[in-house]
């Protein structure tokens, strides 16, 4: 027995928490989380959102309050979405200066200053009465380069606002580049672009919907990604890094790991991944039943993505995760 036994022990390296500590190859880092942020016009309290326990649609004064709180607590970024009061076809508050958005890009730049990457959401579906993410055609479906028309006025008054990267999340073919162009010809080359460059049509955004109002009727399967294909991916990254993307992000991320990898494989950009609205769902409902060990989950799934090469994480635990690994 003695000559069969094995010499090479991998459990000497598991045998306490120091040791496991030691040799640990992920590590988390407050700096590489990004809490995503909703700001609604209208209100004079924090709506609660339903679907997301502990997340809320804020005024612009809570915002303020959680972007610092996100600053003291060692962010990276905070990425603001607008809910406005009024919709129509063609998504007009998301290019109004004064826009529910704008306003709050103005907000906590101020407020936090340098302190955080402030990012903006850059899409229509917050702003349009039939919730799609963008410009709609005669026969109803999205108009492509229409569409893009709109991003390219977005992306300028996000600029104008002081916002320091915006996030073009609506998978419109040339996106990237026709935001670049805005952007420069603005006169704004400082402001950079994180490319939502993988964004299925998951099933996974479902309460999102309820965090911005969207009325959407039907699906965006024509234009964001089908959850089948992987290899789609790379084309769309090489598509956007050429445009002029600084980043790029794979959304959503538990159940894209395997993308997110390739991804980050493949990228001369930095890779995010975008912790979505029903994977925090998921794990907040099974820890009000007792089935998980919430804390536990939270850090489980964020390494998850991490090792997976996520190099920065949009999640809506970004402020209680960074407390927790401090």
Same mark, same amino acid.
């Given at each position: 027995?003695?000559?069969?036994?094995?010499?090479?022990?991998?459990?000497?390296?598991?045998?306490?928490?120091?040791?496991?500590?030691?040799?640990?190859?992920?590590?988390?880092?407050?700096?590489?989380?990004?809490?995503?942020?909703?700001?609604?016009?209208?209100?004079?309290?924090?709506?609660?959102?339903?679907?997301?326990?502990?997340?809320?649609?804020?005024?612009?004064?809570?915002?303020?309050?959680? *972007? &610092?709180?996100? %600053?003291? +607590? $060692?962010?990276?970024?905070?990425?603001?979405? !607008?809910?406005?009061?009024? =919709?129509?076809? #063609?998504?007009?508050?998301?290019?109004?200066?004064?826009?529910?958005?704008?306003?709050?890009?103005?907000?906590?730049?101020?407020?936090?200053?340098?302190?955080?990457?402030?990012?903006?959401?850059?899409?229509?579906?917050?702003?349009?009465?039939?919730?799609?993410?963008?410009?709609?055609?005669?026969?109803?479906?999205?108009?492509?380069?229409?569409?893009?028309?709109?991003?390219?006025?977005? *992306? &300028?008054?996000? %600029?104008? +606002? $002081?916002?320091?990267?915006?996030?073009?999340? !609506?998978?419109?073919?040339? =996106?990237?580049? #026709?935001?670049?162009?805005?952007?420069?010809?603005?006169?704004?080359?400082?402001?950079?672009?994180?490319?939502?460059?993988?964004?299925?049509?998951?099933?996974?955004?479902?309460?999102?919907?309820?965090?911005?109002?969207?009325?959407?009727?039907?699906?965006?399967?024509?234009?964001?990604?089908?959850?089948?294909?992987?290899?789609?991916?790379?084309?769309?990254?090489?598509?956007?890094?050429?445009?002029?993307?600084?980043?790029?992000?794979?959304?959503?991320?538990?159940?894209?790991?395997?993308?997110?990898?390739?991804?980050?494989?493949?990228?001369?950009?930095?890779?995010?991944?975008?912790?979505?609205?029903?994977?925090?769902?998921?794990?907040?409902?099974?820890?009000?039943?007792?089935?998980?060990?919430?804390?536990?989950?939270?850090?489980?799934?964020?390494?998850?993505?991490?090792?997976?090469?996520?190099?920065?994480?949009?999640?809506?635990?970004?402020?209680?995760?960074?407390?927790?690994?401090?």
């Amino acid at each position: 027995m003695s000559a069969q036994f094995p010499v090479v022990r991998p459990r000497r390296l598991r045998s306490t928490p120091a040791m496991r500590r030691l040799v640990a190859e992920t590590r988390l880092h407050p700096a590489e989380l990004i809490l995503p942020a909703f700001v609604r016009e209208g209100i004079a309290e924090p709506k609660p959102i339903t679907s997301m326990p502990g997340v809320v649609q804020h005024t612009r004064d809570t915002l303020r309050r959680a *972007a &610092v709180e996100a %600053a003291e +607590a $060692g962010l990276g970024g905070i990425m603001l979405f !607008g809910v406005p009061e009024e =919709q129509d076809a #063609v998504g007009s508050e998301g290019t109004n200066p004064d826009g529910i958005l704008q306003l709050a890009i103005r907000d906590v730049v101020a407020e936090v200053g340098d302190a955080l990457v402030v990012m903006s959401d850059l899409c229509l579906d917050e702003y349009t009465d039939h919730g799609h993410c963008g410009v709609l055609a005669a026969d109803g479906s999205v108009d492509n380069d229409a569409t893009l028309e709109r991003y390219a006025e977005m *992306a &300028v008054v996000q %600029a104008d +606002a $002081g916002v320091h990267l915006v996030g073009p999340s !609506g998978m419109m073919d040339g =996106q990237i580049g #026709v935001v670049r162009r805005a952007l420069d010809a603005a006169g704004h080359q400082d402001t950079g672009i994180l490319a939502y460059t993988a964004k299925y049509a998951s099933a996974f955004f479902g309460p999102f919907r309820e965090a911005v109002g969207s009325s959407l009727q039907g699906d965006r399967k024509t234009y964001q990604q089908d959850p089948a294909n992987a290899r789609e991916s790379l084309r769309e990254l090489a598509q956007d890094v050429a445009e002029g993307a600084d980043m790029v992000m794979v959304k959503p991320a538990m159940a894209y790991l395997d993308v997110l990898r390739q991804v980050a494989d493949a990228s001369p950009v930095p890779v995010s991944a975008y912790q979505v609205s029903g994977e925090y769902a998921m794990v907040e409902a099974a820890a009000a039943n007792g089935w998980v060990d919430r804390e536990r989950m939270i850090l489980e799934t964020l390494t998850s993505i991490r090792r997976a090469g996520a190099e920065q994480i949009l999640t809506y635990w970004a402020v209680e995760a960074a407390r927790m690994i401090g």
